[in-house]
């Protein structure tokens, strides 16, 4: 994670994250009235961009996201959820660029791995924008729950097909058109950024499991503990599903998201 700070070093990746954060604000404030859940969520066609923008830019494009997400949130849905929101929005496009080349359907030779040009890649593609989409929706759910805001059963959920739905059917075409355009500009982020940040940034297979792992884990535990499965007394808390304030999902919810973390940091 240590590129996620040593890119502002670089006066190119500075200027990509306000690139970045004015784009994905650009795209999110015209649709601020397609409300799904008031002061929360609305319909996002601009959730194809975090993903492309992280895998592009790289921390630059995560910070962008995160940036942008909250000056949108300026337009109407400005509260103390954003601050969660700010870090899924990262979580949002940091996860894929992490986990691109980490899950076997990419050559490690392939000389240009961001080039969506075949099914596996697209395939790949597809997953890391699912796993970016839920790891925003985990993090923002686990933290409206512990406001005693909204449900993280509720707000994983619509997060969850919200963002997922539009970086997958958007993102990836809008991939595909970007990437040649970037790469020939040179501002693909490993072109910015020194070599041995590069390689800081890679993680171990320890690490891209952890990442999915707390991901995915992350979402079904919340869920078992926001429906009360289990006969164990933890689970007995609160267990309706639109219980808010559940210790028991802050507690397994959480776990996924501290699981995410530590994945991220654990370098090759």
Do not use: Q
């Amino acid at each position: 994670m240590k590129e996620v700070f040593s890119m502002w070093r670089h006066t190119r990746m500075v200027v990509l994250v306000a690139l970045s954060a004015a784009l994905y604000a650009a795209v999110l404030i015209p649709f601020k009235g397609l409300v799904l859940i008031p002061g929360i969520t609305e319909i996002r066609p601009a959730g194809a961009l975090p993903v492309v923008l992280g895998l592009l830019f790289g921390p630059a494009g995560a910070w962008g996201a995160a940036i942008g997400n909250l000056i949108g949130d300026f337009f109407g849905t400005l509260s103390i959820s954003s601050f969660f929101g700010f870090i899924g929005n990262f979580y949002f496009a940091y996860v894929p660029y992490k986990i691109w080349r980490k899950l076997g359907l990419i050559d490690l030779n392939d000389p240009e791995p961001l080039c969506v040009n075949t099914k596996k890649k697209i395939i790949n593609f597809a997953f890391v924008a699912l796993l970016g989409s839920i790891s925003c929706a985990i993090i923002i759910g686990w933290g409206l729950e512990m406001l005693g805001l909204y449900p993280f059963a509720t707000m994983a959920t619509i997060i969850s097909i919200n963002n997922a739905v539009s970086s997958v059917i958007l993102g990836t075409p809008l991939m595909m058109t970007l990437y040649p355009r970037i790469k020939k500009w040179d501002l693909l982020w490993t072109d910015i950024v020194d070599e041995v940040e590069v390689r800081g940034a890679s993680i171990s297979r320890v690490g891209t499991l952890l990442m999915v792992a707390g991901i995915l884990g992350g979402l079904v535990i919340g869920f078992a503990g926001a429906l009360g499965l289990g006969d164990k007394a933890v689970f007995a808390v609160g267990s309706a599903s639109g219980h808010v304030g559940n210790s028991t999902v802050i507690i397994l919810a959480g776990a996924g998201v501290l699981l995410n973390i530590i994945g991220g940091l654990l370098r090759e």
